[in-house]
């Protein structure tokens, strides 16, 4: 079955360089999180979308931006980039008339290392 | 808010002993409960879910877990631990559609 799919799996980025994650939804589900999880931590909500708009917003930075496209696909934009953004970033999906109380169904992530 | 805390963040057992990891939550409403597994340098796997119907719960490997109202908990067991099981397992609350919280994570090591 498809899962969600992250790109790129592995990112090293210098100070203060800009990068970008892309996160692919299951087919069908319309609803996208994106989650932080730095060394050692627990998941921390970034932000979410459903059905294109930004439904729901946790501890991102303003440095950091995010949007839903028509595809449902996800992307998360990150600028000014600091050493401690270093960390694994989760993307889910769910949809909205079956997932929320289901759970959601995470990619594999993204390990960003700024350097 | 709602929020999970998971009691010791390490936990150590034999192989073939008990495995019990504990998660307490705080939610203003009737929450829906996980219990995720993640794997060194890979993704979050859903173990189980409580979304209000059997207080039971029955998830893959072997674990499972009982949602109980009056002590706020969610601690997740399985009868006799294997080596495969060693991970990080992070306890969930989400009271909406969005917005899932973790707990810190408990870090399971399971000895030969």
């Known amino acids: 079955a498809a899962g969600v799919i992250q790109s790129p799996r592995h990112l090293i980025k210098e100070k203060r360089e800009t990068a970008t994650l892309k996160c692919y939804p299951i087919p069908r589900h319309d609803t996208v999180y994106w989650y932080q999880q730095g060394p050692g931590q627990d998941p921390q909500f970034l932000i979410s979308f459903y059905e294109k708009m930004q439904s729901d917003k946790g501890s991102i930075p303003d440095r950091f931006s995010a949007q839903q496209f028509s595809d449902y696909h996800s992307e998360l934009n990150m600028s000014s980039l600091e050493l401690g953004d270093s960390a694994l970033y989760f993307c889910a999906s769910s949809n909205s008339r079956t997932g929320g109380p289901y759970g959601y169904t995470f990619g594999s992530g993204t390990r960003l290392t700024v350097v | 808010a709602q929020s999970v805390t998971q009691l010791g963040s390490h936990v150590s057992v034999s192989e073939g002993a008990l495995v019990l990891l504990r998660c307490n939550y705080s939610s203003s409403v009737p929450p829906y409960l996980f219990w995720y597994v993640q794997y060194p340098n890979q993704g979050l796997q859903l173990l189980l879910k409580y979304t209000s119907a059997a207080t039971l719960v029955k998830g893959i490997n072997g674990f499972e877990a009982e949602f109980k109202k009056s002590e706020t908990s969610f601690h997740l067991t399985k009868p006799s631990a294997h080596m495969s099981d060693a991970a990080e397992y992070f306890c969930?609350?989400?009271?909406?559609?969005?917005?899932?919280?973790f707990g810190a994570g408990t870090r399971l090591t399971v000895k030969p």
């Open positions: 969930a609350v989400s009271d909406r559609l969005n917005d899932m919280r």
